[in-house]
């Protein structure tokens, strides 16, 4: 069984990793992993849970970046948001999909913000998103042994 004080540092780590900053998340649920002395199911949940939480903060910045769009000081050109909008709108919410992807996934929550994509929609997307991610480091741990 998982300690709690483990559980609640990978859901924070997770939140973390979820935004704008470089994941730190695989390399602890790995060694947790390696450890063998937690339950995988519990930290399977835990980063999830953390992650999707995180990448609530990407969706939100997306959800008011138009308030900026015109500012002198706003970084990103109004045509690179269009761009952005546009693809999204294409390849439609299966794209919602790559919000557990490193680097991309940060785009997509920013655009679904962006889109005001439904948050339920979002974040049922993002959970399947990233378990599937972090499914797949279980499987690395497993034949690493």
């Given at each position: 069984?998982?300690?709690?004080?483990?559980?609640?540092?990978?859901?924070?780590?997770?939140?973390?990793?979820?935004?704008?900053?470089?994941?730190?998340?695989?390399?602890?649920?790995?060694?947790l992993?390696?450890?063998?002395?937690?339950?995988?199911?519990l930290?399977?949940?835990?980063?999830?849970?953390?992650?999707?939480?995180?990448?609530?903060?990407?969706?939100?910045?997306?959800?008011?970046?138009?308030?900026?769009?015109?500012?002198?000081?706003?970084?990103?050109?109004?045509?690179?948001?269009?761009?952005?909008?546009?693809?999204?709108?294409?390849?439609?919410?299966?794209?919602?999909?790559?919000?557990?992807?490193?680097v991309?996934?940060?785009?997509?929550?920013?655009?679904?913000?962006?889109?005001?994509?439904?948050?339920?929609?979002?974040?049922?997307?993002?959970?399947?998103?990233?378990?599937?991610?972090?499914?797949?480091?279980?499987?690395?741990?497993?034949?690493?042994?």
């Amino acid at each position: 069984m998982a300690e709690i004080h483990v559980l609640i540092i990978l859901f924070f780590v997770s939140i973390e990793s979820a935004t704008v900053v470089p994941p730190q998340t695989d390399v602890l649920l790995l060694a947790l992993l390696a450890a063998k002395k937690y339950s995988v199911i519990l930290l399977l949940a835990a980063a999830v849970a953390g992650s999707v939480l995180g990448g609530f903060f990407n969706y939100f910045i997306g959800r008011y970046v138009r308030v900026f769009e015109n500012k002198k000081w706003f970084p990103i050109k109004q045509k690179y948001l269009q761009q952005t909008e546009d693809l999204f709108k294409k390849h439609g919410r299966v794209a919602l999909l790559l919000v557990g992807m490193p680097v991309v996934g940060d785009a997509v929550a920013v655009t679904a913000g962006m889109l005001h994509i439904n948050p339920a929609l979002f974040a049922a997307s993002a959970a399947i998103s990233r378990a599937a991610r972090y499914s797949f480091l279980w499987l690395i741990s497993l034949l690493s042994l």
